[in-house]
């Protein structure tokens, strides 16, 4: 176990007044994964290396883009067309010297199109063991199911959390309840909710992901009103419905929309999500359970058990 | 120590530069076009033409100017784990309009004659370092006694006075005098496991026997003695210099020894002292993102006059269910003396 030193113990002052000398030992001894560093996870990067996280991990298959300036704090112009998680290191670096990073292959972790090529799950199961929590931006749901059952295995926290537009939510599944998995919840029946009490982000988060179902690009599947009004039939049995709660327009706002993200919306969930996760770590409290839904229009984010 | 709550203040290299200049320096990196000017002054002395300059200012404290100018202000705090972003427009609420809770005080007696908390026994600390450093310069001949008399007269015949009033102390637990240092210094304690428990933390994270602090009050009360003979100019209470912290710790250690309060770390009580606020990065960068979305909202009424989407928030710990709350922006209190046209009568008495 790494101790804290006199001088970091002294940088870290105001938090340690927070989380306790203790908390911040537990913060240097951790280790993180970050999986896609879009806008929202390079904000949770920078808050976990400004709060002293010990050693963090990014995935990402993707490169930097033009669209990654409007709201990435890690990346700038000279980083476009390298690979994101890579490009991301040096700032990190720079903020927390200390801190010790790593990329890691998307291959590592998540199975190809082609199944001979892939790490065995106990390969896969073993470089999860690793590490202490894992968080995802805007994934598929073949993506979280996956990770979902290798968190699981080793129970590790898992924290999702997408964007789209205005509209966002943060996910956390502390692998209390094997009932309260990603994909039990998001496939959780009307009957079974307060229909007017549950956030309409809900809503459409379901019917997003229950409509796109394993595509790999969720963004671009072609979303038919008939299917959509088929699948709230079958969520909706046996409940007498009222009024709908959520217009099919609304769903494809939010499939447009899907991963685009502004520096505003990025610096709120990355400030929420980072502060759950070194809450965690320093089992300051309990991390939220198990929706949060935020709204940049109305400015309100509000926590839902589900 | 800023390094922790601020993104943009860089490590090691940065550290002395103005805040304004490295904060301009950073950002450039995300907008090499924008124009960023560092002014590092105090902001009090700019005045109406300087603010009259800007569509919508944002700050970290009220602005005064803002008010005069008309010029929107977006303002942000944080404390912790809260926070709050407020914005104010012309013509509607000032930040004068809602009193503001005055800063907590103690009840004299408290202070001075019955401490049953820490916060008590370092209040009346720096009651006595001003009184006894920062009031008056010494000269060298007194400061060599200067520790043994101090130690006296806080832990040993100032309490013994206190105890004379003997109808005070009826059905409440006396304090217990120390005696002189010398013979405090001899007593021998038994080493309790506080002592010995958690040896990786810090010096200043720990707690120690009274003892200890008994000896590094004398010796800190020589060394202000001897800095205010040279500097022939009365200290001010700092909590980040080390000699001043080290008295004020062990004073109030004493103290509270004395009167029978848990002792705590100089960690805790520099904290206490200082009133220091905690404060994580993840705070400040909710706090920030509400801030920058409220300054387009801003810059949006400047355009269509309308309110609608401007918006004050509070930033709250859970498990409350909303942890971001927004607020409507409220009228002027039309008692507000300092945003409505007010008259007060005074009465002369003659």
Redesign the interface.
Known sequence: MN??S?KE???????????S?EGQKSILNSHVLLIYVTGTNS?VA??LA???LGKMTLIDPFLTSEKS?CCN?LV??EHIGKNRAKASLGFLQ????NLELDTADYYDLFNRENENENKSKNSQADFIKQFDIVCICNPTINEVNHLTDLCHLHNKCLMVCGVSGENSFVFIDNCNDTEKTFQKVVNTPWSNLNIRRTNRLFFIIQLFYISCKDRKNPESVQLEENDINQIIDELSQSVQLKKVPVEFSDLLDWQQNWKNEN??????I???V??EI?NTICQK??P?ENF?F?D?????????KI | MEQNKLLLIGVGADIGKSKSQVICERSKRFNGSAKLVPLHCDIKTKGPSFFSQFSVVITALDNVMCRITKTPMVDTGSAGFNGQVEVFLPGLKCFECTPIQPPKTYPVCTIRRNPEKMVHCVVWVKEEFKKEFCSKAYDSAEDEQSGELLFLKYFDQGIKDLLALKDFWKGKRKPTPLGNSKAFLNEKKEKTEKGQEKNDQPQEMRIFEPQEYATLFLKSVRELAKNRVQLRNPLIFDKDDPLALAFVACAANLRAFIFGITMQSTFEIKGIAGSIIPAVASTNAIVAGIAVKEVTNVLGWLKTKKDESCKSTWVVIPPKRILLQPFRLENSNQKCLVCKLQCITFKINQ
């Open positions: 101790n804290l006199e113990a002294s940088r870290m002052d105001r938090q340690i007044r927070l989380y000398f904000e920078k808050n400004i709060g002293g300036l704090v700038t112009r720079e903020m927390n010297p520096s505003s919306t990025a610096s709120i990355g400030g929420i980072s502060q070194l409290r309990k939220i949060l935020f940049n229009f109305s400015g309100f984010a509000r926590i839902e």
